[in-house]
């Protein structure tokens, strides 16, 4: 159990630059993981067994992609509670994303914008920091989110998504490929119809070429954004099934401000996060599950500040929940008392 108030460590990070706080945290993390130390930010562990895409999810409370980019402290964040953890987004190469400053706080909305852009030190340092992880030896999953260097011509991207899918394979128990990040130019427009049934071919076909190469078919899911419409999310819902893809992640940051207009910082660019994305989060998660039926996995992000949050998103039709920005305001003791809370559902 935490044996540190987080409302003391959020003050102090809060004083901070965010992207400072959010590297000092990630530091601290790396540090401590794996050490007695880690009982500052340990929690309970809830038990709730689920199976989605063949795979056994320990509870049905995960980390988003984004926090942990290089994979440094998947044992820390593993610490906390988590039956699943999601790190990247890793590149092919190493980039430095955009210009700082590039990420900001809107307290007043429990919210977060960040333009950083898949800033990440490449697919060779991330592998390296996976291997050396031992949560998947504890029986938790560990999913590695894929995407496109930002100097690759959009017409190119499948080529940076089947490295980094070849490269991250062997060691993830599903991989998410990210074509949703409002920060890479253009990225976006690979979930349009013609360019997402390519891509999702292309990506399946050699899925299956490294499952013979491994011994093992790792699922593949594909993370979309909240900034669509019905007929989008119906068309990427069969292109999904079309491509027998393992499963969706709704959603990602939005580029919408209705929710924060007025407050500090709310017109900076980039993607918007926590408490303004639940609602459009929570649409498109019903859209989907109209669309796909009842048996196509879907993981809910976006804006999960509580437990009553996490029922609400498997309410709308998400099977398992991640959560990301809620963490960086309510701090670890959120990912028990999710988990808690979904524990008790009738569902």
């Known amino acids: 159990m935490s044996l540190i108030p987080y409302a003391l460590a959020r003050s102090f990070l809060f004083k901070m630059d965010p992207e400072e706080a959010h590297e000092l945290t990630i530091e601290g993390l790396a540090r401590t993981q794996n050490t007695p130390l880690d009982r500052v930010y340990r929690q309970p562990f809830v038990a709730q067994p689920i199976t989605l895409a063949g795979l056994q999810f320990p509870n049905r409370v995960g980390l988003a992609a984004g926090l942990d980019k290089n994979a440094r402290c998947i044992d820390g964040l593993g610490a906390m509670g988590f039956g699943f953890v999601e790190v990247g987004t890793v ?6 994303g955009n210009p700082k400053p590039r990420m900001f706080r809107l307290p007043e909305a429990n919210a977060l914008i960040n333009r950083l852009g898949f800033n990440n030190d490449g ?3 991330f592998i390296a920091n996976v291997k050396r992880s031992k949560f998947r030896q504890q029986g938790r999953l560990l999913g590695l989110n894929i995407g496109k260097n930002a100097a690759t011509p959009i017409e190119n991207a499948t080529d940076d998504y089947l490295i980094a899918l070849a490269g991250v394979y062997p060691h993830a128990d599903y991989v998410t490929v990210n074509i949703s990040s409002p920060n890479t130019k253009n990225l976006r427009a690979l979930q ?11 990506l399946v076909a050699r899925r299956e070429e490294l499952a013979a190469e491994h011994g093992r078919r790792v699922p593949m899911f594909l993370k979309i954004a909240p900034d669509l419409d019905e007929m989008q999310v119906s068309v990427i819902a069969a292109t999904l099934q079309k491509h027998g893809m393992d499963g969706v992640i709704a959603t990602n940051t939005t580029l919408a401000r209705g ?8 017109e900076e660019t980039g993607g918007l996060s926590g408490a303004p994305v639940f609602e459009g989060s929570n649409r498109v998660i019903r859209q989907l599950r109209a669309a796909l039926g009842k048996d196509f996995p879907i993981i809910g992000v976006g804006g999960i500040l509580s437990g009553h949050d996490a029922i609400a998103k498997i309410e709308a039709g998400a099977d398992v929940v991640q959560i990301y920005t809620g963490l960086i305001y309510q701090g670890p ?14 569902r």
């Open 259 to 266: 929710a924060v207009t007025g407050l500090p910082h709310a």
């Open 333 to 346: 003791a959120l990912v028990t008392q999710v988990a808690s809370a979904l524990q008790q559902m009738k």
């Open 91 to 96: 590149t092919p190469k190493a980039q430095p």
């Open 123 to 125: 697919l060779d340092a």
């Open 192 to 202: 349009s119809d013609e360019a997402l049934d390519g891509l999702l071919g292309t």
